[in-house]
């Protein structure tokens, strides 16, 4: 309980910010908070105020898994820093490069493989495997 | 006959004005009734505040090695282990940087993530 009242001020947020699905479990003094939100910035106000609370994220007590990925049969941004993205052949960096998705680029997302990776196409037909992390709901 | 039909409808009205009068109180309780309710009801707001538990799911070491590779493949000078589905982060990164890579590290279901990176 600890825990729950060091991040009250995340918690609260996260309430207010209509996560979906929302869970906060506390084990082994580790708070755990799951959830997911339908746009990136709700995403980083809520990150922003983890920050604020615990400072580069040292204390090593929380994890703060929050999904604003674009889920499957919608349109994503590629919101890489300024770079274009690898699209691959399987869901994984091991797997080959087919092609580049640009930075800001719009992509309809076909699935999620797994945690991390999505298959999209591109408006130029393009078919494969991005990290999911870089897309963000359109 | 006639006087007793003509002397009846007051009566009837009496019995009516009272039978409505009463009816009047009835729905006067019922709303007493609701507003009570009403007063309840920020109990049960208070109970739906609170966010619902949920079993703890900690990726197994070989599927998290295999994830953090992935991870952090854009963030060189950044090493990750693991051990137990605790994640150890070691390196070099800078202040800005660091959120995106936390936020993706946090998504794999780890057990824990010990944050021991020097910010540049």
């Known amino acids: ?138 | 006959m006639k006087i007793k039909i003509n002397s009846g409808w007051p009566i009837v009205f009496l019995i009516l004005s009272i039978f409505l009068g009463s009816c009047k109180g009835r729905s006067s309780e019922t709303t007493n009734a609701d507003t009570s309710t009403t007063i309840t009801s920020p109990a049960d707001n208070t109970t739906n505040k609170n966010p619902d538990t949920a079993t703890v799911v900690i990726s197994a070491d070989d599927s998290l090695r295999n994830m953090l590779t992935d991870a952090i493949k854009d963030y060189p000078g950044v090493t990750a282990t693991t051990d137990q589905g605790v994640v150890t982060l070691t390196g070099n990164i800078t202040r800005e940087k660091l959120p995106k890579l936390m936020m993706s590290v946090n998504a794999l279901h780890p057990k824990k993530v010990n944050n021991k990176l020097t910010i540049k």
């Open chain 1, 1 to 138: 309980m600890a825990l729950q009242e060091k991040y009250k001020e995340l918690i609260n947020a996260a309430q207010r910010a209509s996560v979906r699905n929302l869970t906060v479990t506390e084990s082994d003094n580790v708070l755990y908070i799951n959830g997911t939100v339908s746009d990136g910035q709700a995403k980083d106000d809520l990150w922003n105020i983890y920050n604020k609370i615990d400072p580069d994220f040292r204390a090593g007590d929380l994890i703060l898994n929050i999904d604003a990925s674009a889920a499957a049969g919608t349109k994503a941004k590629v919101t890489t820093e300024s770079s274009n993205l690898n699209i691959r052949k399987g869901p994984g960096t091991d797997q080959e490069i087919i092609g580049k998705a640009a930075h800001n680029e719009i992509v309809s997302v076909l699935s999620k493989a797994n945690e991390q990776w999505s298959l999209i196409r591109t408006d130029k037909g393009k078919e494969g495997y991005v990290y999911t992390q870089y897309l963000t709901q359109a």
